[in-house]
């Protein structure tokens, strides 16, 4: 069963990322979905891993409010940088991690650094070192809205 589930997410994940409709391509995509799938049974992370449906469901909420957050920072930067007195308060900050895995951790770091703004300058066992434009910048990562769904995404059985 999580062979299958995996694969079909990985498929799915294949054709909306890539939005190419051709039997080429499609073929593709299921060749290397087959063989995704199969070196993760063979590594046993399939096994071991929560069924994949729970967790795109999950990713397919994370995303887009992610990429909402990308696009107010982007305006935001643009603002700022094209404002005469450039408003900005550069500054590194410690962001508690609360994380419980390497990829929730990579994940919320990597989240950070695509953000506009701010960029994820080093990882700690139990922090992030996190260089932010703005004191705004800075607050909401100390506020922990974007820790919290990575969190959620951690839970995604």
Request: glycine content about 6%.
């Amino acid at each position: 069963m999580h062979f299958a589930s995996l694969f079909a997410v990985l498929l799915v994940t294949w054709v909306l990322l890539s939005g190419q409709m051709t039997w080429l391509h499609l073929g593709s995509g299921v060749v290397a979905c087959i063989l995704i799938t199969w070196f993760a049974v063979r590594a046993g992370m399939a096994g071991r891993a929560p069924m994949p449906f729970r967790a795109a469901a999950t990713l397919l909420r994370y995303w887009p409010w992610l990429l909402y957050k990308i696009l107010v920072a982007n305006l935001d930067v643009a603002y700022r940088v094209w404002h005469p007195r450039m408003p900005i308060a550069p500054r590194l900050l410690t962001v508690p991690l609360r994380t419980r895995t390497d990829v929730g951790t990579t994940t919320y770091a990597n989240s950070i650094t695509l953000t506009p703004g701010t960029v994820t300058v080093s990882v700690a066992k139990r922090s992030l070192l996190v260089h932010a434009l703005t004191e705004d910048g800075a607050r909401e990562l100390l506020d922990g809205e974007m820790q919290l769904r990575v969190k959620a995404l951690e839970r995604a059985p």
